[in-house]
């Protein structure tokens, strides 16, 4: 199995560009989750989809944040507009077996926004 | 809420000592609980899974034990060498609330 893939690997941008970050979840996982990592905050859930179907948001920062699942192999999550406070990287997970199943990780998004 | 904290945050031995590290978590109705090593610039690598029926779970020089009742988890590495550097994260998993992860160990190894 290819395992979770992130793209892009790195990404620069300047403030107020949209921004689009890309995942596609290990085969057959109905569970996908987006975090956010930074040195201030660890580690930070920002939203997860059972099934292609968002089940919670709230870590999602600001409407500046959207995220999507439009099929099982795909998924998106958009940042428009990109503020420097956005920088970090963004990691995307899935999971076979629910929020209290194994967590398998990709590689991940590191985000900079001059 | 779900809190995970790891102990300690920074770890720097020479090469062949024992480690313990340490994760407790606030809420012990837990599912599972998952040890990760994070590398430099690179994503989160499961290393072990417990399940809560389990107390333990062993992979090479790696041991993972979890008590729920007392709301801890602790990682054995023996025999450390310099591969073994690295930022080892917890995670608890399951019960009412969202994965929910520690701040990491990050642990030097030196020849």
């Known amino acids: 199995d290819a395992g979770v893939i992130q793209s892009p690997r790195h990404e620069v941008t300047e403030m107020g560009q949209e921004v689009t970050l890309r995942c596609k979840p290990i085969s057959g996982h109905d569970y996908l989750f987006w975090y956010r990592q930074t040195m201030m905050r660890g580690l930070e859930l920002l939203i997860y989809f059972n099934n292609n179907v968002p089940i919670d948001d709230s870590g999602m920062p600001e409407d500046r944040f959207s995220a999507k699942m439009p099929n099982a192999s795909f998924s998106t999550l958009k940042i428009q507009p990109s503020e420097p406070r956005d920088s970090a990287v963004y990691f995307c997970?899935?999971?076979?077996?629910?929020?209290?199943?194994?967590?398998?990780f990709g590689e991940g998004s590191r985000l900079t926004v001059l | 809420k779900q809190e995970v904290t790891q102990i300690p945050a920074a770890l720097s031995v020479p090469e062949g000592e024992n480690l313990v590290l340490n994760c407790s978590f606030t809420d012990s109705a837990i599912y599972n609980l998952q040890w990760f090593r994070q590398d430099p610039g690179k994503g989160l690598t499961s290393l072990l899974l417990?399940?809560?029926?389990?107390r333990e779970q062993t992979s090479g020089r790696l041991n993972a034990s979890l008590d729920k009742s007392s709301g801890r988890s602790t990682l054995y590495i023996a025999a450390s060498q310099p591969g073994d550097s690295a930022t080892y994260l917890c995670?608890?998993?399951?019960?009412?609330?969202?994965?929910?992860f520690g701040r990491g160990t990050s642990l030097i190894v030196h020849p």
């Open positions: 995670a608890a998993l399951g019960g009412s609330y969202i994965p929910t």
């Open positions: 997970a899935s999971s076979l077996k629910g929020i209290a199943g194994e967590l398998f």
């Open positions: 417990i399940q809560s029926s389990q």
